[in-house]
């Protein structure tokens, strides 16, 4: 039996706010999930990491040291679990979310062997709290759980369509990658994702695809391994 394709999907907070910019946009959601249950039906494995940017953004306040602060945006992809979820169950998946601390009964804790377990039952598995500890970005939390759980690939959906050797919205020439290495990501300090994740990448063979959120059917085009974006390779 062919092994089962296996990716982990990080989503931003932002693109889940949709115009609103904060909270949730339901139709957002709604489309987002359209396009994961067709490829669970499909037979692809999906895990997802959803950052906290449509409540939280870093250090909002002089007032709130460093560690407070990131704690608080690990409780905001906490929320944005939750509620994906539940929209995806009430959309036909089943799901199961794990977080990265105790949090009653409101997530379970993370173990390797029980997510492994969701995933191979045909589950959606949401994966919150980053990797629990201040300092360490959400970014560096999604390679440690792809890495932990033999994804396949890391999808990377942006409001941007690729990786570009400058900010396209500032410089109009920026040139887009098709192909670029993790080598490459590192060596040029390319905001990808952030300098610890892409080292982590690069360290375990761990290879990326970005691509536009925005684009159509963009997400299950991805899992299927077509990307219109830029891949990360290793």
Not at 32 to 43: F, I, L, P
Not at 136 to 154: H, K, N
Not at 175 to 185: A, C, G, L
Request: with cysteine; proline share 2%; charged share 25%.
């Amino acid at each position: 039996m062919d092994k089962q394709r296996r990716v982990l999907l990080k989503l931003s907070g932002e693109a889940l706010a949709g115009e609103k910019k904060t909270g949730f946009d339901e139709e957002t959601v709604r489309a987002v999930a359209a396009q994961v249950k067709k490829s669970v039906e499909e037979g692809v494995q999906v895990a997802i990491v959803i950052g906290g940017g449509n409540f939280w953004r870093g250090r909002s306040s002089k007032a709130i040291d460093r560690v407070k602060a990131d704690q608080i945006g690990m409780l905001a992809t906490v929320m944005n679990c939750i509620y994906v979820s539940s929209l995806f169950t009430y959309l036909g998946m089943e799901t199961e979310v794990f977080s990265a601390f105790t949090i009653g009964g409101v997530t379970r804790l993370f173990s390797k062997d029980e997510a492994d377990a969701a995933l191979n039952a045909g589950k959606v598995v949401f994966f919150a709290g980053g990797t629990g500890h201040p300092y360490f970005s959400t970014d560096t939390g999604v390679v440690l759980r792809a890495i932990e759980m033999e994804a396949d690939e890391i999808l990377l959906a942006k409001a941007i369509d690729g990786v570009y050797d400058s900010d396209p919205k500032v410089n109009p020439d920026a040139k887009k990658f098709d192909t670029i290495t993790i080598e490459d990501v590192v060596e040029k300090r390319l905001q990808v994702i952030d300098l610890a994740a892409s080292i982590l990448c690069l360290e375990n063979r761990m290879p990326m695809a970005v691509f536009g959120l925005e684009g159509e059917d963009s997400i299950y085009q991805a899992m299927k391994g077509n990307i219109t974006g830029t891949r990360v390779t290793v």
